[in-house]
């Protein structure tokens, strides 16, 4: 079964530093999301992206983070100046143009800052 | 008041026990309805979606009630393996296509042996 997957799946940094964090969507998936969950804390959304774009983000999402999908499989996401509160698990999610909206999501990758 | 809201638990029911979970959501023109599975430090699992007419999936049972914004999950014959967060997750509507899901906080099940 095909399944989304994220690399690393445990990153540390110092604050201040620059993190990108990688995924590979559900090949025949066309939107792709980002999403964080604080420890003990729901999961959040941060951004999604279509066609190429961002399509929708949320408050979370300023402007120390970016989303590319810089070929046809990659999508990542950076973080450009951590802060300890970036402190999380980040999870990718994908899904096809369906009407369920059914989201698929990949293992996460925890992210460590000190 | 949370976009939505379920009751944290924890529940700690024996191995057999049929165990309800309850969800609301304040947004009245949401249009999708999900129950996921998180088990500890792992990625959230899609249970099953939920239909105003109800569906059932072997043991589980999901129902939505639009009308008081009311979402439910029941679990029959509970196994050791159910042991996880629940989560209740709703996709709002929103300007843009890609629907994000807004998540609740989450119902803790433990069956006990």
């Known amino acids: 079964e095909p399944e989304v997957t994220q690399t690393p799946s445990h990153q540390v940094t110092q604050m201040g530093q620059e993190v990108i964090l990688r995924c590979v969507p559900i090949?025949?998936?066309?939107?792709f999301y980002w999403y964080r969950q604080i420890l003990g804390q729901k999961v959040e959304f941060l951004v999604s992206?279509?066609?190429?774009?961002?399509?929708?983000k949320s408050e979370i999402f300023d402007d120390q983070f970016s989303v590319e999908r810089p070929d046809g499989s990659n999508f990542t996401l950076k973080i450009r100046s951590t802060k300890l509160e970036d402190s999380a698990m980040y999870f990718c999610?994908?899904?096809?143009?369906?009407?369920?909206?059914?989201?698929?999501f990949g293992p996460g990758t925890r992210l460590t800052v000190t | 008041r949370k976009e939505v809201e379920q009751d944290p638990g924890p529940f700690n029911v024996p191995e057999g026990a049929t165990v309800a979970f309850n969800c609301t959501y304040s947004?009245?023109?949401?249009?999708?309805f999900f129950w996921y599975r998180q088990d500890c430090r792992k990625e959230p699992k899609l249970l099953m979606s939920?239909?105003?007419s109800g569906n059932e999936d072997g043991r589980f049972t999901a129902q939505l009630n639009r009308a008081s914004q009311y979402i439910s999950l029941l679990i029959r014959d509970s196994k050791l393996s159910d042991s996880a967060t629940y989560l209740c997750?709703?996709?709002?509507?929103?300007?843009?296509?890609?629907?994000?899901?807004?998540f609740g906080s989450g119902t803790q099940l433990t069956v006990l042996p």
């Open positions: 999610a994908s899904r096809t143009e369906t009407s369920d909206y059914e989201q698929y």
């Open positions: 090949s025949n998936h066309l939107y």
């Open positions: 992206f279509y066609n190429n774009e961002i399509s929708e």
């Open positions: 947004n009245s023109a949401s249009q999708s």
């Open positions: 939920v239909y105003s």
């Open positions: 997750v709703v996709n709002l509507v929103s300007s843009g296509s890609a629907r994000q899901l807004t």
